[in-house]
C-alpha cells in the first residue's frame, strides 16, 4: 500500500530558513506558516533541519533568540528523499531514525517536505474514503472519553 510515489503526498515548494538568520525569525516562520519544520538553506543548498521542538527547547533555556542563528541550533545530518522514491520509504526512515520529517532533494535541489502525518493521513484515506469523526465507524464498543 505504500508504493506511491512521495511526490503524491508532499508538500511542494516548503517554507524554509536562511542559515543566517535568527532563532527568532525561525519561530516568526514556524508561527505565521503554522508548520513545525523548516529546511535550512544556504543560498540553493540544503544543509540542515530546525523543528518546533528544537526552538522550544531553546526558549526554556532562557537565551535570547535574537542573538542566537539557526545554523547554530539546526541539525546538520539530515537524511533526505527523492520525490520518486516511495511513500514506504519515508516511512522506514520514521520508524528508523526516530525523526518526523524529511527534505525531498531533486537533482540536490530542495522540491517538498514530507513529514510523519503526511504518511498516516495518506494510509487513513485510503482505508477510510469517507470522513468518520469519531464515528462507530473504527470500533463500535470503542466510547470516548470527554
Given at each position: 500500500?505504500?508504493?506511491?510515489?512521495?511526490?503524491?503526498?508532499?508538500?511542494?515548494?516548503?517554507?524554509?530558513?536562511?542559515?543566517?538568520?535568527?532563532?527568532?525569525?525561525?519561530?516568526i516562520?514556524?508561527?505565521?506558516?503554522?508548520?513545525?519544520?523548516?529546511?535550512?538553506?544556504?543560498?540553493?543548498?540544503?544543509?540542515?533541519?530546525?523543528?518546533?521542538?528544537?526552538?522550544?527547547?531553546?526558549?526554556?533555556?532562557?537565551?535570547?533568540?535574537?542573538?542566537?542563528?539557526?545554523?547554530?541550533?539546526?541539525?546538520?545530518?539530515v537524511?533526505?528523499?527523492?520525490?520518486?522514491?516511495?511513500?514506504?520509504?519515508?516511512a522506514?526512515?520514521?520508524?528508523?531514525?526516530?525523526?518526523?520529517?524529511?527534505?525531498?532533494?531533486?537533482?540536490?535541489?530542495?522540491?517538498?517536505?514530507?513529514?510523519?502525518?503526511?504518511?498516516?493521513?495518506?494510509?487513513?484515506?485510503?482505508?477510510?474514503?469517507?470522513?468518520?469523526?469519531?464515528?462507530?465507524?473504527?470500533?463500535?464498543?470503542?466510547?470516548?472519553?470527554?
Open positions: 500500500m505504500m508504493n506511491e510515489a512521495l511526490q503524491t503526498i508532499m508538500t511542494p515548494n516548503p517554507i524554509t530558513v536562511e542559515a543566517h538568520e535568527t532563532v527568532a525569525d525561525a519561530e516562520k514556524l508561527s505565521i506558516h503554522n508548520v513545525s519544520y523548516l529546511p535550512v538553506m544556504n543560498g540553493h543548498s540544503l544543509v540542515g533541519m530546525i523543528s518546533a521542538y528544537d526552538l522550544a527547547r531553546k526558549i526554556r533555556s532562557n537565551e535570547d533568540t535574537k542573538l542566537i542563528l539557526v545554523k547554530d541550533l539546526m541539525v546538520t545530518k537524511p533526505k528523499v527523492a520525490s520518486s522514491e516511495k511513500v514506504g520509504t519515508a522506514e526512515l520514521f520508524l528508523d531514525r526516530r525523526i518526523h520529517a524529511l527534505p525531498v532533494v531533486d537533482n540536490g535541489k530542495l522540491v517538498g517536505i514530507v513529514t510523519q502525518y503526511d504518511v498516516l493521513k495518506y494510509e487513513f484515506n485510503k482505508e477510510y474514503t469517507k470522513p468518520i469523526l469519531y464515528k462507530d465507524v473504527l470500533r463500535p464498543n470503542l466510547r470516548l472519553a470527554i
